[in-house]
């Protein structure tokens, strides 16, 4: 606790952080959560300390909103707790700063039983840098009834017979209606397409980009035509005030979206009206597609004082008490496979096919930004501005522009 | 006076300006210079890991700024804060200064309060209560808009009704400082040139036009260059109403310069943002000056 004072003596920009630190000294390990995490980790860990072997934790909730900032500026500052829930976009950034190290060998158990693509996504330069905690991905939401008025149980899995599927769809809908609703300011959806056509997006050392590949042009070209044949409409999310209520009246019979929807839409929408959507994991060229693999992972920080105690915290809250607990308080769904059979909604089933046919994203710190300006590009392209081909040129000329820091970094092998 | 009694003078001057002067250089000055230093360079999340991933890049962050949409965007928006808000500010403030100077007016300290709690009031609680007020269908606004036939406005949410919703917003929240201003000035026009006026015949208007207004000349140009650079600088009131959004439509420069500068962390971007931002104020302010001193103001 004697860091905390220097900090706070030299870094006055940061001292807000700093003295949260210092403000708490009774506890033994400090750590960062966002969201809900944030709210049920108290009694979660609580739940889990009935021997009281756990050290004390007091947990700091940040909102998602700034957290990713809170971090940055936490690491600049030297203001950093012992460890922290971090999103899964950001170990990249987080790696490449130096702010965490590998996972230490002695803790390599904590790795085991968990998706493939969620750990390839912790594993940057080879060495696995965070502990995938809860996670979620995408998944088609399905008008039942609709889809079995146009002569289908459920969206097809390839990409032509779901397309034929939804022309039908959308006939049975009626006039003013669509089939599929992709807003046109989320990047997630080109990128589920693009990642179920094997697409990379950059290259292999994530020093270009690799929009121009045949595989990125065969997603950019089908999502297009989704919208060019009227089976999406051409809408941004704001324009859409009520998501739930739409997909109930019909405006659109296929919502791509994460397992938070479940929750919705048992919330928002009538008991009667549950029977008659449905989950199915997203098509691909030629069968079951893939997705992006999301949610939450777990990481230590670099040169934490008491890291032995934070990494007794990550055990408890990786094994299977600590992982059924998590999923009991916040219906995140655990990491750990072994605790997915003991939830009952059916609805669950899909996401576990789909995670297991996930794809990791590049993890170069600059990606976020990269898929902000490529769905730019891409909204551009939908209103007419750019033909697919042009619009993969510019995506690639806009990721090579902010690659740039990147591969001076490579070249003089300082990257990650 | 003697050499001896002016050099302690002069010591004393010194003596007591220093620890101002220090206080400016230290949190004013040397920062700013630190930033226009910082706008040449490349600063990003490798230079903050290791200072030697630093380069220098002369004026290359300027060039990527003129060759950014949203950048001008965020100008664009910016432009119209000032265009719009300016003038808003200025009448609410010199009107609600007329309000509470009047003389038949009842319980003025009473309302001199009422309209300068906004002022004074935390922003993201008053926030808080704007964004009820402003909500599309719970919203206050929309059910008196309501009650006269206009159908009901997505203040927040649409991107041509969310710049007039800050504006309105940022309007409520600080025109109280003006009027303080505007009040202190009202208070020294001669009341003699006011009761010769009346004499002479002047209606309410003329004297307002021709013995009031020449007597706050300065006091408006004062509030003019304040609120030229408060437009200029808009940030919380987007900030915590919209993020910028629905469509960058409420994005300020200085709001685009936090997103560069500590969302994407490329801080050197982000001072060359505040560096085009200080030139722009500065001369916006010069012209003002100019443009008042032509008028006889100063």
Same mark, same amino acid.
């Given at each position: 606790?004697?860091?905390?004072?220097?900090?706070?003596? &030299?870094?006055?920009?940061?001292?807000?952080?700093?003295?949260?630190?210092?403000?708490?000294?009774?506890?033994?390990?400090?750590?960062?959560?966002?969201?809900?995490?944030?709210?049920?980790?108290?009694?979660?860990?609580?739940?889990?300390?009935?021997?009281?072997?756990?050290?004390?934790?007091? +947990?700091?909730?940040?909102?998602?909103?700034?957290?990713?900032?809170?971090?940055?500026?936490?690491?600049?500052?030297?203001?950093?707790?012992?460890?922290?829930?971090?999103?899964?976009?950001?170990?990249?950034?987080?790696?490449?700063?130096?702010?965490?190290?590998? +996972?230490?060998?002695?803790?390599?158990?904590?790795?085991?039983?968990?998706?493939?693509?969620? #750990?390839?996504?912790?594993?940057?330069?080879?060495?696995?840098?965070?502990?995938? !905690?809860?996670?979620?991905?995408? +998944?088609?939401?399905?008008?039942?009834?609709?889809?079995?008025?146009?002569?289908?149980?459920?969206?097809?899995?390839?990409?032509?017979?779901?397309?034929?599927?939804?022309?039908?769809?959308?006939?049975?809908?009626?006039?003013?209606?669509?089939?599929?609703?992709?807003?046109?300011?989320? /990047?997630?959806?080109?990128?589920?397409?693009?990642?179920?056509?094997?697409?990379?997006?950059?290259?292999?050392?994530?020093?270009?980009?690799?929009?121009?590949?045949?595989? &990125?042009?065969?997603?950019?070209?089908? /999502?297009?035509?989704?919208?060019?044949?009227?089976?999406?409409?051409?809408?941004?999310?704001?324009?859409?005030?009520?998501? !739930?209520?739409?997909?109930?009246?019909?405006? &659109?019979?296929? /919502?791509?979206?994460?397992? !938070?929807?479940?929750?919705?839409?048992?919330?928002?929408?009538?008991?009667?009206?549950?029977?008659?959507?449905?989950?199915?994991?997203?098509?691909?060229?030629?069968? #079951?597609?893939?997705?992006?693999?999301?949610?939450?992972?777990?990481?230590?920080?670099?040169?934490?004082?008491?890291?032995?105690?934070?990494?007794?915290?990550?055990?408890?809250?990786?094994?299977?008490?600590?992982?059924?607990?998590?999923?009991?308080?916040?219906?995140?769904?655990?990491?750990?496979?072994?605790?997915?059979?003991?939830?009952?909604?059916?609805?669950?089933?899909?996401?576990?096919?789909?995670?297991?046919?996930?794809?990791?994203?590049?993890?170069?710190?600059?990606?976020?930004?990269?898929?902000?300006?490529?769905?730019?590009?891409?909204?551009?392209?939908?209103?007419?501005?750019?033909?697919?081909?042009?619009?993969?040129?510019?995506?690639?000329?806009?990721?090579?522009?902010?690659?740039?820091?990147?591969?001076?970094?490579?070249?003089?092998?300082?990257?990650? | 006076?003697?050499?001896?009694?002016?050099?302690?003078?002069?010591?004393?001057?010194?003596?007591?300006?220093?620890?101002?002067?220090?206080?400016?250089?230290?949190?004013?000055?040397?920062?700013?210079?630190?930033?226009?230093?910082? %706008?040449?360079?490349?600063?990003?999340?490798?230079?903050?890991?290791?200072?030697?991933?630093?380069?220098?890049?002369?004026?290359?962050?300027?060039?990527?700024?003129?060759?950014?949409?949203?950048?001008?965007?965020?100008?664009?928006?910016?432009?119209?804060?000032?265009?719009?808000?300016?003038?808003?500010?200025?009448?609410?403030?010199?009107?609600?200064?007329?309000?509470?100077?009047?003389?038949?007016? *009842?319980?003025?300290?009473?309302?001199?309060?009422?309209?300068? =709690?906004?002022?004074?009031?935390?922003?993201?609680?008053?926030?808080?209560?704007?964004?009820?007020?402003?909500?599309?269908?719970?919203?206050?606004?929309?059910?008196?808009?309501?009650?006269?036939?206009?159908?009901?406005?997505?203040?927040?949410?649409?991107?041509?009704?969310?710049?007039?919703?800050?504006?309105?917003?940022?309007?409520? *929240?600080?025109?109280?400082?003006?009027?303080?201003?505007?009040?202190?000035?009202?208070?020294?026009?001669?009341?003699?040139?006011?009761?010769?006026?009346?004499?002479?015949?002047?209606?309410?208007?003329?004297?307002?036009?021709?013995?009031?207004?020449?007597?706050?000349?300065?006091?408006?140009?004062?509030?003019?260059?304040?609120?030229?650079?408060?437009?200029?600088?808009?940030? =919380?009131?987007?900030?915590?109403?919209?993020?910028?959004?629905? %469509?960058?439509?409420?994005?300020?420069?200085?709001?685009?310069?936090?997103?560069?500068?500590? *969302?994407?962390?490329?801080?050197? %971007?982000?001072?060359?943002?505040?560096?085009?931002?200080?030139?722009?104020?500065?001369?916006?302010?010069?012209?003002?000056?100019?443009? =008042? *001193?032509?008028?006889?103001?100063?």
């Amino acid at each position: 606790m004697n860091m905390c004072i220097d900090r706070r003596f &030299f870094l006055a920009g940061v001292t807000a952080l700093a003295s949260t630190g210092c403000a708490r000294r009774s506890a033994d390990v400090e750590m960062w959560a966002m969201g809900n995490e944030a709210a049920a980790l108290p009694e979660l860990l609580r739940m889990l300390n009935t021997d009281s072997k756990l050290p004390s934790v007091s +947990v700091q909730p940040l909102p998602w909103t700034s957290a990713h900032e809170k971090l940055l500026t936490g690491f600049a500052g030297g203001a950093l707790p012992a460890m922290s829930q971090v999103g899964n976009s950001w170990i990249a950034e987080l790696a490449a700063i130096g702010a965490i190290e590998p +996972v230490p060998e002695a803790q390599s158990d904590l790795l085991s039983d968990q998706f493939e693509a969620v #750990i390839d996504t912790c594993r940057i330069g080879g060495k696995i840098w965070a502990v995938p !905690w809860y996670v979620d991905t995408r +998944v088609q939401f399905y008008r039942r009834d609709l889809f079995a008025r146009a002569g289908y149980n459920a969206p097809p899995p390839r990409w032509d017979d779901w397309k034929a599927a939804l022309h039908k769809v959308k006939r049975v809908a009626g006039e003013g209606n669509y089939a599929v609703l992709m807003p046109v300011n989320e /990047y997630e959806h080109l990128i589920t397409l693009a990642l179920s056509a094997k697409a990379g997006m950059l290259n292999e050392a994530g020093t270009h980009g690799a929009f121009s590949e045949p595989n &990125f042009l065969q997603a950019l070209a089908f /999502y297009k035509s989704l919208f060019d044949e009227g089976l999406a409409p051409l809408a941004s999310s704001t324009q859409i005030s009520n998501v !739930w209520s739409e997909f109930a009246r019909g405006y &659109f019979s296929v /919502y791509p979206s994460g397992p !938070w929807t479940i929750g919705d839409m048992k919330k928002r929408l009538p008991a009667e009206f549950q029977k008659r959507w449905g989950t199915v994991p997203n098509p691909g060229p030629d069968g #079951i597609g893939s997705a992006a693999p999301g949610g939450s992972s777990l990481v230590v920080f670099r040169g934490a004082a008491n890291s032995g105690a934070a990494w007794n915290v990550v055990n408890a809250l990786l094994g299977s008490p600590g992982q059924a607990a998590l999923q009991k308080l916040t219906g995140d769904m655990p990491a750990r496979k072994a605790s997915w059979a003991a939830n009952a909604d059916t609805h669950i089933t899909a996401f576990a096919d789909q995670l297991e046919n996930a794809r990791a994203l590049p993890k170069v710190p600059e990606w976020e930004r990269i898929v902000s300006e490529m769905q730019v590009v891409a909204e551009r392209m939908l209103r007419g501005q750019f033909t697919v081909k042009q619009a993969a040129a510019e995506m690639d000329s806009r990721a090579n522009r902010l690659l740039e820091k990147r591969r001076w970094m490579v070249e003089r092998g300082r990257a990650l | 006076m003697s050499a001896v009694g002016r050099s302690s003078e002069v010591r004393a001057g010194w003596l007591l300006s220093t620890p101002a002067l220090a206080a400016i250089t230290i949190f004013f000055l040397l920062p700013a210079l630190a930033s226009l230093g910082l %706008s040449f360079t490349d600063f990003d999340i490798y230079a903050l890991s290791d200072l030697s991933n630093l380069r220098f890049i002369s004026l290359n962050n300027f060039a990527a700024l003129l060759g950014n949409p949203l950048f001008w965007q965020a100008m664009g928006n910016t432009m119209w804060f000032v265009l719009l808000g300016v003038p808003l500010l200025v009448a609410t403030s010199l009107g609600a200064a007329l309000l509470v100077n009047a003389r038949m007016l *009842k319980w003025r300290p009473l309302w001199r309060v009422a309209l300068f =709690a906004p002022y004074v009031t935390t922003l993201v609680a008053t926030a808080v209560v704007w964004r009820y007020l402003l909500h599309t269908r719970y919203g206050l606004i929309n059910y008196a808009l309501g009650s006269v036939g206009v159908g009901p406005i997505d203040w927040l949410g649409d991107p041509h009704a969310s710049l007039p919703a800050i504006l309105i917003f940022v309007a409520w *929240k600080s025109f109280g400082y003006n009027m303080i201003i505007f009040l202190a000035a009202l208070q020294t026009v001669p009341k003699d040139l006011t009761e010769a006026a009346l004499i002479d015949g002047a209606g309410a208007w003329s004297r307002f036009r021709h013995v009031t207004l020449p007597a706050i000349a300065p006091a408006m140009l004062l509030v003019a260059i304040l609120t030229v650079s408060g437009m200029f600088q808009l940030f =919380a009131e987007p900030y915590v109403m919209t993020q910028g959004g629905p %469509s960058q439509s409420t994005v300020t420069v200085l709001y685009f310069m936090y997103e560069e500068g500590f *969302k994407w962390w490329n801080l050197g %971007s982000g001072a060359a943002v505040a560096v085009i931002l200080f030139l722009l104020i500065v001369t916006v302010t010069m012209l003002q000056l100019r443009f =008042a *001193k032509r008028a006889g103001a100063i």
